[in-house]
């Protein structure tokens, strides 16, 4: 056999006859063996790593001979050789067809994070033709399984928090289809199992996390040493254990079916772990657990209830408490119950603790029923009057009446208690209000969300359409929020689930327009696909479904006609409106939320009350409040004019927020109306805010606590 003993920059020296043969030789004998001989002599320096003398080799090799098989080795010398841009532009270049081809540069582009192209060049697009697993196995053959491996893994499973709405569009896509099909062409194969797999970073793939979900016992005996790398072969060797974070996965996975048998609220999982690893410390007294329904009834009523009580009520003879009073009506016998919770500083616990003290039934609920409840139980008790420091309630008029209210009554026993004005949460609802009465004084969005919410509440076939079109936009399918009428803070949770559903929204009442206004907001429909990327089987479908929402109008009632007529006046002919209106409720009412889960928390946080207070005031004056005055102190901001025109900001500069988006596509003359509209919201807002302390001499200094004053019930 000719093998090649040396290469010139023209000549190769052949080992046969000891002659120099020219590169470009075509009408000699020695042509064929010359292309076998490098051939061989490239894969050799492959086989021993001598990457750069194939390289060499390779390029002499496709100098002389540029077809798709000295194409495809070149290439992957240069890919092997840690070159893959280079290899990519190589077989870009040449636009080569063939399946080894086409596979290696989608390599190179899997390595240089050209996914869009990888898929492109596998599966195919849109504008040429989208191939069926089918079509990729006839094309590539024995290369399907690696070509489908490949394709799946620049596919990555993201929950975000989509929740298992993801998980099922994630089923459905390609990707998944793809690696299912890896892994159904390639059993034996390791590799393909670990590339589809989520194991972990750093630690040894187990034979159960490498075999599809389901698999027979004996078939994974059977691979646990013939499908992991390097495995032993000695069958009397133990199986390897499972890795630690296989035994982690294994616990979770038992909450969760914990949860799931007994019907239990999600919120209690952190709870449940909390608890295992509570019981965990003492491993012998767990195993000799048990302890049955009946056994658990008499236990938490007769022993847990009436020991807690007790040191409650010891606590509550001792040292000073202060009382919250609530009254509730019970959703299974429609009973009101009166709850009493109490806190105090526990020396024990080295820190202050709530507990509830008493649940009342009570017939009639007013003032005098209250104050009797109250007084009556302390007594029963034997908790002296003088301990109790402050006692706090909502703002309801028989709570807190001035006359006849039953804090009054109570301060008529106990002359020392503290004055605090009301629930602060409360405050911030009435603030809130305040503001969105002055920008929007007909809520037109207020009422806007509530006839939305009607008829996803009334209609559940509105709701399936909904979430078919949220599927295919690629949004989560949930439903808008409530918006509860007494909460008025509510509204900012409500216009943020508004934007974030109102492309779904907007297709769903499309459906209910006339001929004609379909006409005049098509192109906002055409928008809203080019925005999500819809296909045009996910357009048809939309077309389907607004079909079948238009049917279902024929047997509606006249209210929901009607209510159906506002929404759409709304969503189309008001939609800059309605646009400005949410987004100045999601820009400025978060800092009055955040000021009140600053306060929703076990711990008392009342030693933050004055900080907090200055620092949501002077937040709030930013919007349109000069710079240099909101720089004073607390009593200064208490008594600033906030009416006076030299200390605000040019209404052409007023804080707007996201509404600036919205309002770059208005005219000056309505922009500058709706930022005057939002300028008197802003004054009227912050005037409502200073006038609720009690007198013109109140400092922000005066809501210190513990101090015989009223706090600044902002």
């Known amino acids: 056999m000719t093998e090649v003993i040396c290469i010139c920059e023209n000549f190769v020296i052949l080992d046969g006859d000891k002659a120099l043969v020219p590169l470009d030789l075509k009408l000699c004998g020695y042509q064929y063996h010359a292309q076998h001989s490098l051939k061989a002599a490239i894969r050799d320096a492959l086989n021993n790593y001598s990457y750069q003398d194939a390289i060499f080799l390779a390029e002499r090799l496709y100098a002389e001979i540029s077809n798709n098989e000295s194409l495809h080795l070149l290439a992957t010398c240069y890919y092997r050789a840690g070159r893959p841009n280079q290899a990519y532009m190589l077989l870009d270049k040449a636009c080569s067809q063939t399946p080894q081809c086409k596979f290696l540069k989608a390599k190179c582009c899997?390595?240089?994070?050209?996914?869009?192209?990888?898929?492109?060049?596998?599966?195919?697009?849109?504008?040429?033709?989208?191939?069926?697993?089918?079509?990729?196995?006839?094309?590539?053959?024995?290369?399907?399984?690696?070509?489908?491996?490949?394709?799946?893994?620049?596919?990555?499973?993201?929950?975000?928090?989509?929740?298992?709405?993801?998980?099922?569009?994630?089923?459905?896509?390609?990707?998944?289809?793809?690696?299912?099909?890896?892994?159904?062409?390639?059993?034996?194969?390791?590799?393909?199992?670990?590339?589809?797999?989520?194991?972990?970073?750093?630690?040894?793939?187990?034979?159960?996390?490498?075999?599809?979900?389901?698999?027979?016992?004996?078939?994974?005996?059977?691979?646990?040493?013939?499908?992991?790398?390097?495995?032993?072969?000695?069958?009397?060797?133990?199986?390897?254990?499972?890795?630690?974070?296989?035994?982690?996965?294994?616990?979770?996975?038992?909450?969760?079916?914990?949860?799931?048998?007994?019907?239990?609220?999600?919120?209690?999982?952190?709870?449940?772990?909390?608890?295992?690893?509570?019981?965990?410390?003492?491993?012998?007294?767990?195993?000799?657990?048990?302890?049955?329904?009946?056994?658990?009834?008499?236990?938490?009523?007769?022993?847990?209830?009436?020991?807690?009580?007790?040191?409650?009520?010891?606590?509550?003879?001792?040292?000073?408490?202060?009382?919250?009073?609530?009254?509730?009506?019970?959703?299974?016998?429609?009973?009101?119950?009166?709850?009493?919770?109490?806190?105090?500083?526990?020396?024990?616990?080295?820190?202050?603790?709530?507990?509830?003290?008493?649940?009342?039934?009570?017939?009639?609920?007013?003032?005098?029923?209250?104050?009797?409840?109250?007084?009556?139980?302390?007594?029963?008790?034997?908790?002296?009057?003088?301990?109790?420091?402050?006692?706090?309630?909502?703002?309801?008029?028989?709570?807190?009446?001035?006359?006849?209210?039953?804090?009054?009554?109570?301060?008529?026993?106990?002359?020392?208690?503290?004055?605090?004005?009301?629930?602060?949460?409360?405050?911030?609802?009435?603030?809130?209000?305040?503001?969105?009465?002055?920008?929007?004084?007909?809520?037109?969005?207020?009422?806007?969300?509530?006839?939305?919410?009607?008829?996803?509440?009334?209609?559940?076939?509105?709701?399936?359409?909904?979430?078919?079109?949220?599927?295919?936009?690629?949004?989560?399918?949930?439903?808008?929020?409530?918006?509860?009428?007494?909460?008025?803070?509510?509204?900012?949770?409500?216009?943020?689930?508004?934007?974030?559903?109102?492309?779904?929204?907007t297709i769903l009442y499309f459906s209910w327009l006339t001929v004609k206004d379909k006409v005049l907001y098509q192109k906002i429909i055409c928008d809203i696909y080019v925005k999500h990327q819809v296909s045009v089987s996910g357009r048809h479908t939309v077309m389907s479904t607004m079909s079948k929402l238009k049917e279902k109008a024929k047997s509606m009632t006249v209210l929901g006609k009607k209510r159906k007529e506002r929404v759409c006046y709304k969503l189309f002919d008001k939609r800059k409106d309605i646009d400005l209106l949410s987004k100045a409720i999601t820009s400025i009412f978060p800092m009055f939320k955040k000021f009140i889960l600053a306060f929703e928390t076990k711990k008392p946080m009342v030693h933050k009350l004055y900080d907090k207070i200055v620092s949501l005031f002077r937040e709030f004056l930013q919007g349109f409040i000069k710079a240099q005055d909101i720089r004073e102190s607390g009593k200064k901001l208490l008594h600033l004019d906030v009416s006076d025109k030299s200390k605000q900001i040019n209404p052409k500069h007023v804080a707007v927020g996201k509404c600036q988006s919205v309002l770059a596509t208005m005219s000056e003359e309505c922009a500058f109306s709706f930022k005057e509209k939002l300028m008197t919201a802003y004054v009227s807002t912050a005037k409502y805010m200073q006038k609720k302390p009690t007198s013109p001499e109140s400092s922000f200094e005066d809501t210190l606590p513990f101090r015989p004053h009223r706090f600044w019930p902002i």
């Not at 399984?145 to 499973?157: E, K, M, Q, T």
């Not at 590339?195 to 078939?219: D, I, K």
């Not at 420091?389 to 209210?405: E, T």
């Not at 208690?417 to 949460?425: S, T, V």
């Open 110 to 505: 899997s390595d240089l994070n050209k996914h869009n192209e990888v898929e492109e060049i596998l599966a195919g697009t849109i504008f040429t033709k989208i191939k069926s697993p089918e079509d990729i196995e006839a094309e590539f053959g024995s290369l399907a399984c690696y070509v489908f491996a490949l394709l799946g893994s620049i596919y990555r499973l993201d929950y975000g928090n989509k929740g298992k709405c993801q998980v099922k569009r994630h089923a459905e896509s390609e990707g998944h289809k793809r690696c299912r099909n890896a892994v159904k062409s390639t059993q034996a194969l390791p590799a393909i199992f670990q590339a589809t797999s989520s194991l972990e970073r750093g630690e040894n793939p187990t034979v159960e996390s490498q075999l599809p979900y389901g698999t027979a016992s004996n078939v994974i005996e059977s691979q646990r040493f013939t499908s992991v790398p390097h495995a032993s072969k000695d069958v009397n060797a133990k199986p390897n254990p499972p890795s630690f974070k296989d035994r982690v996965s294994q616990q979770e996975a038992m909450i969760c079916a914990f949860i799931a048998q007994h019907t239990l609220h999600l919120d209690l999982a952190p709870h449940l772990v909390q608890l295992a690893q509570a019981l965990s410390s003492d491993h012998k007294a767990l195993q000799t657990l048990s302890m049955e329904r009946f056994s658990a009834t008499y236990k938490l009523k007769h022993g847990l209830h009436e020991v807690t009580r007790k040191r409650i009520i010891s606590k509550m003879k001792a040292i000073p408490f202060s009382i919250n009073l609530d009254e509730a009506t019970t959703k299974s016998n429609k009973k009101r119950l009166l709850n009493i919770l109490v806190c105090f500083f526990d020396a024990d616990a080295g820190e202050s603790v709530t507990h509830l003290y008493a649940s009342v039934e009570m017939t009639t609920v007013n003032a005098s029923t209250v104050h009797a409840a109250v007084t009556s139980r302390l007594a029963e008790d034997g908790i002296p009057l003088e301990n109790l420091i402050s006692s706090l309630s909502d703002s309801a008029a028989y709570m807190r009446g001035s006359q006849h209210g039953y804090e009054t009554k109570l301060r008529e026993e106990a002359p020392h208690l503290l004055e605090i004005d009301g629930d602060i949460c409360h405050h911030i609802h009435n603030i809130t209000r305040q503001f969105s009465s002055e920008l929007d004084p007909d809520n037109t969005l207020a009422r806007l969300l509530d006839d939305i919410h009607t008829d996803f509440v009334y209609s559940p076939d509105i709701r399936e359409h909904f979430f078919t079109i949220c599927k295919i936009l690629g949004l989560p399918e949930k439903q808008p929020k409530e918006r509860v009428g007494h909460r008025w803070l509510s509204l900012l949770d409500a216009s943020q689930s508004f934007e974030e559903l109102a492309d779904p929204l």
